[in-house]
């Protein structure tokens, strides 16, 4: 679980610019973090799968930075938007199932509302 943005913006929200400089303070601590958790797991080599809450869109800088070179599930075997956050108005897809090209992703959908703000993630994997 990444660091997440919900205090930046609800602060933005209540148009204060101090929610701004968080935001942007969150941007960089997800992108450090990230890059650590990449830099772990290439040290540890081998095939993998990673899942989890990245706090991050796959069409983000931080994400394309990295994540590259892994398959997500969904951008590989999904179908439409694969919302896995729906809280606050805001719907967007910000959990993820990444893994190694030795992983072939045959199928990948969100789960239903299970009474969270994060809808669950399902992959069908083969190796």
Request: net charge neutral; aromatic share 10%.
């Amino acid at each position: 679980h990444l660091a997440s943005p919900h205090k930046a913006l609800g602060l933005i929200r209540n148009r204060k610019r101090i929610g701004v400089d968080l935001l942007n303070l969150n941007a960089s601590r997800r992108e450090e973090e990230s890059l650590e958790v990449r830099r772990r797991i290439d040290q540890a080599g081998g095939p993998f799968i990673l899942a989890g809450d990245f706090n991050t869109p796959d069409d983000s800088q931080i994400f394309h930075q990295a994540w590259k070179g892994l398959r997500d599930a969904f951008g590989t075997a999904g179908f439409g938007f694969g919302t896995t956050y729906a809280k606050n108005h805001t719907w967007i897809r910000i959990d993820h199932i990444l893994s190694t090209p030795d992983w072939r992703c045959t199928e990948c959908w969100e789960g239903p509302d299970i009474g969270s703000g994060h809808r669950p993630v399902f992959a069908q994997l083969e190796r």
